[in-house]
């Protein structure tokens, strides 16, 4: 079974076509990226996966739940991060996370809070309001809330985005890591091609809303031509058809 | 069976503790919110009990009419605090551009508004304490001396506080951030039609079918049944009670028609703009 299974999925504003009939799935334990210029459609179609938005057509099914029907059975086992949607700044650390371990009904969570704080370097800062942090200690937050619940399926939206070198490519293996450890399927919205060629097994390329190359980083240079999956992604995004 | 309901119970519950806990949590660090609280009540007590007590010397009140304003203030007020703890609750996730993550979490809409109710009821007993405490202390006026109706009286308006903020807030899901405004205006606007201190005979023709619409009508005309020794007041809070399941019903399906809305137009991802 598919962690992740799209079929056919639209999103219409109007006369504005967001997303157009796009179709995937992404097994458990795969890292799938979605990658499109500005305005391509990544950032609706996570707001689809998540529940966030209504599609216009087509289905979604998460870990076997259809979202239309059951969406709360799939969101309580599934998890977000996004550098573009905050915590709320007064709260510390550990307060920030025992609200979402509560909320995703997380058993033994003063545990998970120290394991989680200590596995991504926060535990110094477990009594800091989230809004002193560093950028890169607020990313880091921002993962420890979505790995709260041990999710099977983790949705990343520009996860190392505003991180300095080390420690983005800190995290990119701590991704790495967790899902080999974990069996955890991963859907990532990024534009650091380095990142991408790193830990996608599946990169989807987006344009006007529709997926119009699929397959490894590899295969995608092999199609295009190209050195580098930067190379293809320019060469999507500025063709003319 | 019995044992899946009473988990999926237990995780309702905890899903709104988490919410409360989000809340209590932000109040330990901000003391001008706490402070926020009681400032508007205490201020209104103060301005018409002083009103109260200038008329009653200068012979332009008899020291029912007294009772009747700063019972008044006091029961108005719980209504303005109840609405408050509720639509600034949820105000609050706005602010910290906190929401998408709670609409992604598994908290059903329907916790999401139980833990608004818990925090509205901790703000209304936070900020109306100091209040009925001055009025003791400054006009020697005892509002539970009234006895336990007075508990229905400001259960009904508590109500009426709660039907509100949900309409407010599913007006805020529609149409984003930029009705936040309303969060502070819309109260004062039934306050006249609320009959709070004059009966509804007072009102113009027109509108006292308006008036007669709102819980807070009956619950003041009751009010003044209570302390006239004219009646028990517990027929008028027995409409007030009908009238606030209504609303709170209808409010309710306006909620869940905007939270759909919202989500097939895709405003949840934009909220704090």
Same mark, same amino acid.
């Given at each position: 079974?598919?962690?992740?299974?799209?079929?056919?999925?639209?999103?219409?504003?109007?006369?504005?076509?967001?997303?157009?009939?796009?179709?995937?799935?992404?097994?458990?334990?795969?890292?799938?990226?979605?990658?499109?210029?500005?305005?391509?459609?990544?950032?609706?179609?996570?707001?689809?996966?998540?529940?966030?938005?209504?599609?216009?057509?087509?289905?979604?099914?998460?870990?076997?739940?259809?979202?239309?029907?059951?969406?709360?059975?799939?969101?309580?086992?599934?998890?977000?991060?996004?550098?573009?949607?905050?915590?709320?700044?007064?709260?510390?650390?550990?307060?920030?996370?025992?609200?979402?371990?509560?909320?995703?009904?997380?058993?033994? $969570?003063?545990?998970?809070?120290?394991?989680?704080?200590?596995?991504?370097?926060?535990?110094?800062?477990?009594?800091?309001?989230?809004?002193?942090?560093?950028?890169?200690?607020?990313?880091?937050?921002?993962?420890?809330?979505?790995?709260?619940?041990?999710?099977?399926?983790?949705? $990343?939206?520009?996860?190392?985005?505003?991180?300095?070198?080390?420690?983005?490519?800190?995290?990119?293996?701590?991704?790495?890591?967790?899902?080999?450890?974990?069996?955890?399927?991963?859907?990532?919205?990024?534009?650091?091609?380095?990142?991408?060629?790193?830990?996608?097994?599946?990169?989807?390329?987006?344009?006007?809303?529709?997926?119009?190359?699929?397959?490894?980083?590899?295969?995608?240079?092999?199609?295009?031509?190209?050195?580098?999956?930067?190379?293809?992604?320019?060469?999507?995004?500025?063709?003319?058809? | 069976?019995?044992?899946?309901?009473?988990?999926?119970?237990?995780?309702?519950?905890?899903?709104?503790?988490?919410?409360?806990?989000?809340?209590?949590?932000?109040?330990?660090?901000?003391?001008?919110?706490?402070?926020?609280?009681?400032?508007?009540?205490?201020?209104?007590?103060?301005?018409?009990?002083?009103?109260?007590?200038?008329?009653?010397?200068?012979?332009?009140?008899?020291?029912?009419?007294?009772?009747?304003?700063?019972?008044?203030?006091?029961?108005?007020?719980?209504?303005?605090?109840?609405?408050?703890?509720?639509?600034?609750?949820?105000?609050?996730?706005?602010?910290?551009?906190?929401?998408?993550? $709670?609409?992604?979490?598994?908290?059903?809409?329907?916790?999401?508004?139980?833990?608004?109710?818990?925090?509205?009821?901790?703000?209304?007993?936070?900020?109306?304490?100091?209040?009925?405490?001055?009025?003791?202390?400054?006009?020697?006026?005892?509002?539970?001396?009234?006895?336990?109706?007075?508990?229905?009286?400001?259960?009904?308006?508590?109500?009426?506080?709660?039907?509100?903020?949900?309409?407010?807030?599913?007006?805020?899901?529609?149409?984003?951030?930029?009705?936040?405004?309303?969060?502070?205006?819309?109260?004062?606007?039934?306050?006249?039609?609320?009959?709070?201190?004059?009966?509804?005979?007072?009102?113009?023709?027109?509108?006292?079918?308006?008036?007669?619409?709102?819980?807070?009508?009956?619950?003041?005309?009751?009010?003044?049944?209570?302390?006239?020794?004219?009646?028990?007041?517990?027929?008028?809070?027995?409409?007030?009670?009908?009238?606030?399941?209504?609303?709170?019903?209808?409010?309710?399906?306006?909620?869940?028609?905007?939270?759909?809305?919202?989500?097939?137009?895709?405003?949840?991802?934009?909220?704090?703009?």
């Amino acid at each position: 079974m598919a962690a992740i299974r799209v079929e056919g999925l639209s999103k219409r504003y109007g006369p504005v076509t967001a997303v157009a009939g796009i179709s995937f799935t992404v097994a458990a334990g795969e890292i799938v990226a979605l990658l499109g210029a500005n305005g391509a459609g990544k950032t609706t179609t996570l707001a689809m996966l998540l529940g966030l938005v209504l599609p216009s057509a087509g289905r979604i099914e998460i870990l076997g739940h259809d979202m239309a029907r059951d969406r709360f059975a799939a969101l309580a086992r599934m998890n977000f991060a996004s550098p573009y949607i905050a915590l709320p700044a007064r709260l510390s650390v550990a307060e920030n996370l025992r609200v979402y371990g509560h909320l995703y009904g997380v058993a033994g $969570l003063e545990r998970r809070i120290r394991e989680l704080a200590g596995e991504l370097d926060l535990l110094a800062f477990l009594d800091r309001p989230a809004g002193t942090l560093s950028a890169g200690q607020k990313t880091r937050l921002a993962l420890a809330k979505a790995l709260i619940n041990r999710p099977a399926v983790l949705l $990343l939206d520009e996860p190392t985005a505003s991180l300095d070198p080390d420690t983005a490519d800190r995290l990119r293996a701590w991704l790495a890591a967790y899902r080999a450890a974990s069996g955890c399927a991963i859907l990532l919205a990024s534009h650091n091609m380095a990142e991408v060629e790193r830990l996608s097994d599946q990169v989807l390329m987006l344009r006007q809303g529709a997926i119009v190359a699929r397959g490894s980083p590899a295969a995608l240079c092999g199609q295009f031509g190209r050195d580098t999956l930067e190379a293809v992604f320019l060469a999507i995004a500025r063709a003319t058809w | 069976m019995a044992k899946g309901a009473m988990s999926a119970g237990l995780g309702a519950a905890r899903r709104v503790w988490a919410l409360v806990y989000r809340h209590l949590a932000l109040y330990r660090r901000s003391w001008p919110r706490l402070l926020d609280f009681a400032y508007g009540p205490v201020l209104q007590l103060l301005i018409w009990g002083f009103t109260a007590r200038f008329l009653a010397a200068h012979g332009g009140a008899s020291a029912g009419l007294a009772g009747l304003l700063i019972a008044g203030v006091l029961l108005w007020e719980a209504a303005l605090a109840s609405q408050l703890g509720f639509s600034v609750s949820f105000l609050e996730e706005i602010w910290s551009r906190n929401l998408g993550h $709670l609409f992604v979490s598994p908290l059903r809409p329907w916790e999401l508004i139980a833990a608004l109710i818990v925090m509205s009821v901790l703000r209304l007993l936070a900020g109306m304490m100091p209040a009925i405490l001055l009025a003791f202390l400054l006009y020697a006026f005892d509002i539970f001396a009234l006895g336990p109706v007075v508990l229905l009286l400001f259960a009904n308006l508590a109500a009426m506080g709660w039907w509100v903020a949900l309409g407010i807030v599913a007006f805020i899901l529609r149409h984003g951030a930029g009705a936040e405004g309303l969060v502070w205006t819309v109260m004062f606007g039934l306050t006249p039609l609320s009959a709070v201190f004059y009966p509804v005979s007072a009102l113009p023709a027109a509108l006292r079918p308006l008036a007669w619409a709102l819980p807070s009508a009956h619950v003041f005309e009751g009010l003044r049944a209570a302390l006239s020794g004219g009646g028990s007041g517990f027929r008028d809070l027995a409409f007030a009670f009908g009238l606030n399941l209504v609303w709170l019903l209808a409010m309710a399906l306006l909620f869940r028609r905007e939270l759909h809305a919202a989500r097939r137009g895709g405003a949840l991802v934009s909220l704090g703009e």
